[in-house]
Structure formats: structure tokens, C-alpha cells
């Protein structure tokens, strides 16, 4: 049975230029839509009120309708205590009670500056209006130094895009099988929620409450672990989906301005991305003494669930392939290990068509001939190119001429594996270095001529792998 590999017969300039373009592309058109939308003239929307007593909550409510229908949700509680402890308990961004010629506002700074000046500006214009003065009351203030209670954001990024880049250096580590990356990313996760809450502490912008070190460790084990995961399926668009996922989505959507003053659909991101809460559950266990905080630690624990759910269906998409090729290589004598994760490096390794390269062309790092016993061309041979771990990077065939090409191989050591039915395989390691071609020729004889040449060896994988 003949092995037919279709082979690439040019470089289209078109072709290469919308795929390396895409990525950037697109990541601006987020960023562009994203970001303006979100943090342009930031309105209430949906934020949630506590009125004491019915009265006045009707006449508030119609008060803000009427200034801003659709900025406020109002709801009445008995008295001036209840709604404080709405905000504390996080139930309301803040609370409202009026008695006399006197009112109070009841907010949290921690919730962030820009909320609490547009909560005080229109309470003011609505005590005014009944002849009022407002006292404006923070329940929970953030440190001195975090006076417009937006630091945990910038510390929640810190502990966000690190995860992420781990990732992605993680997937050129070919010697770590999925077991010793996740142990990787755990300790990692531990040592920079360490580094971060003790230097925040240390530089008074974090209140000192070691509960912050869990949502800081839960953060960057969830974006590493799940973006290990989606990297065998997303592939050469990782980039795109990581920045996408960690920066155009989850930044404006944050807290970094407040969620309530967000349009819906960045809320809506805020409730399921892992920064945004983070945030929220470091501003529960630091101002909030733990209230509303598990919810968002469930956040985190799904996308951990998620990405590992990821890498055990790649492991058992990647068994399912073994297996079948294990049963092909039997029939055709093609040997060839399981992809345990896709190749990161850049360029990718790509087999080339043999004939010369011009100006402009993607050049060869290896190319070679398969010839048979007798010195003539073996066309359609497999060619298999392996790293020191046996992951394949790249196959291909030869020519009719018994020639094969391949590029954008990693420098260092790789196993060249060459075969064809009814010849005994072959396999040859090679140094590989930058800017130098290497040659790689073989001679394959049939199986019942036990003569080979010295300069190549029947495929024996435990001792290429061993010497590798």
C-alpha cells in the first residue's frame, strides 16, 4: 500500500500574509472595541439601591428614573441600619435613609472612587430637592494609599498574565509530560500570590489579610492550567485567543472601572472571566470580611475544572491517535510517536517542495535522498522528523527523484526516520544549527538483504531515544 502525503507546490505571498496578519488584526479590533466602549463616559446601569423605609424608596426611585431610567435598581428595607449592612453585606452598592432635614448615603470606597463620586453627586441633587443635606458615609474605605480603590486591579493583572505566559513557555517544554506542567503551574501560582500580597502588604496597598493569597494562587492556577488546555485546540492562534481571553475581555471588564458603572455586556464578562473575579473576591476577603467571596472562588475552580478537562480529553484524543497510527506503522512499517503537544516554535516546521530556491523562498534546514540497494530514487518514502523526546514535528515524502526538504525545525539534536514497505527502516541524528542546511541521505534495502550501510541503522526507538 502506498503512503500518499499531499505536499505544499509553492508559498503563496497572499496566503502567508493574511495568516500572519490575523492574529495582530484582530486583537486590535478588540482592543478598539473593547476598551472605548467600556471606559467612555462610564453610566449606572442596573446598580443595585437599598432605600429605607417605602416612601422615600418610591420617591427615590422615581427620582432616579426620571434622570437616569435604567441606571438603578431600588429596593426598600426598614430602616437606616439594614441598608448599611446591605452594603456591607454586598448586597447594594449603597444604601440611602433620610429622616427629617437630615439624609445619609451609605457607600464603599472600596468598591472604587468613580462610583462613589456618582452615587454622592446624585443623592446630593435628590436631598436638595427635599430640602436636605446629605452626609455621605464610607463603610468600607480601602487603605490610605488606595484612594481610588482600583490597586487590587492592578494586582489581580499581575497575578493574571503571568499564568498565561507560563503557558505558553510550558508548551516548548517537550521533556515535561501534562503531569509535571500542571505541578509546575501550581507551584508557580503559589510563589507569585506570595511575592505579590507580601509586597503589596509590605508597600501598604494591601491590607494585610493572608485570605487575599488564595484568590491570588486560584487566579494564576486557573489561567495557566486553562490556557495549557486550550493550546492543543486553538494551536498557532493561542496569541490570539490568551490576549483576547486575559487582556481584551478581561481588563475592561475588570473592575478597574466599576462594574456597575459598565455597559451590561461587560458585566456579563465580569461574571464568568477569572480577573474580574478575582477582583471581586479580593475585595470580599480584604474590606468585606468574606462576604459574597464564593462565588468567585467557584469562578476560578471551574475554568481549573476546565482546563484540565481540556488536557485529559488531548491526552485521549492523543491515545486514540497512537493507537490508530500504532495499527497503520504495523501495515507500513512508519515509525511514529503520539504528539503529546502541538509545536509553539516559530516558524513552524513545514516540509518544502525540492527544487531551487529562489530569493524570497523559505529555505531548507534539512533535505536529503532515499535511495534503494541499487542507488535508484525511492519515491513516496515517509520521512518522519522527531525531537530528542520522540515528538514528531514534521512528516513528509519523497519525490520521484527520492528527495524530501523540510524548515522551521528547533536547533539541537533531531531523529530523522525514514521508511517504506517491504524496506528495513531507518533513522539518523542530526545537529541541527541556525542559518546551516544539514544533508541526511539514507539507503533503504528490502528485508531480506541484511546488508546496511554504517552511516545508518535500522529503526530501533529505545535506543534512539535513549541516545537522544
Known sequence: MKHRIERPRGVSLVKVLAETLTIPVLLFL???????????????????????????????DAALQLRNPGGFDVTAVADAREARQAVLDRD????????????????????????EQALSKGFTRIAAHSHQKLTVTDVASPVIKDGLGTTLVYFAIAWNMPGYVLATSLLRAVT????????????????LSAVGFFIGVGLGFLPNDPAALAIAFLLTTAVGTFSLGMAP????FLPLAGLGLYIVLSVPSSGLVPVELLPRFFQGLH???????????????????????LKPVLVLCAWIAAGMSLLALDAWRHHRMGARQGAEDELE????LPVEDPSMEAPAPTALPVHRHHFGE?????????????????????VTVMDTSGRQLVRTATNARGEYAVTGLPEGYISVVVSYPGRKPLVHQRLLQSGVAVRSDFTLHDRRNGTTRTA????????ARHES
Not at 466602549?37 to 420617591?59: N, S
Not at 452598592?93 to 472612587?113: D, E, I, P, S
Request: overall charge positive.
Open 333 to 336: 512499517d512508519v515509525p511514529e
Open 176 to 191: 515535561l509530560n501534562r503531569r509535571k506542567k500542571l505541578l509546575t503551574v501550581t507551584c508557580f501560582a503559589a510563589v
Open 456 to 463: 545508518a541503522r535500522p529503526l530501533d526507538l529505545a535506543s
Open 30 to 60: 478588540g482592543l478598539l472595541f473593547c476598551f472605548p466602549t467600556a471606559f467612555h463616559q462610564p453610566q449606572p446601569d442596573h446598580a443595585k439601591l437599598v432605600i429605607a423605609g417605602a416612601p422615600v424608596e418610591r420617591k427615590v
Open 362 to 382: 523559505l529555505l531548507p534546514m534539512l533535505e536529503g535522498v532515499v535511495r534503494d540497494g541499487e542507488q535508484q530514487p525511492v519515491r513516496h518514502a515517509a
Open 233 to 236: 485546540f486553538v494551536k498557532h
Open 271 to 293: 461574571a464568568v472571566m477569572p480577573l474580574g473575579n478575582a477582583v471581586d473576591g479580593l475585595r470580599g476577603v480584604l474590606y468585606f470580611d468574606n462576604a459574597d467571596v
Open 92 to 115: 447594594a452598592v449603597a444604601g440611602f435613609a433620610a429622616t427629617g432635614k437630615h439624609a445619609v448615603l451609605y457607600v464603599a470606597g472600596a468598591n472604587g472612587a468613580s462610583l
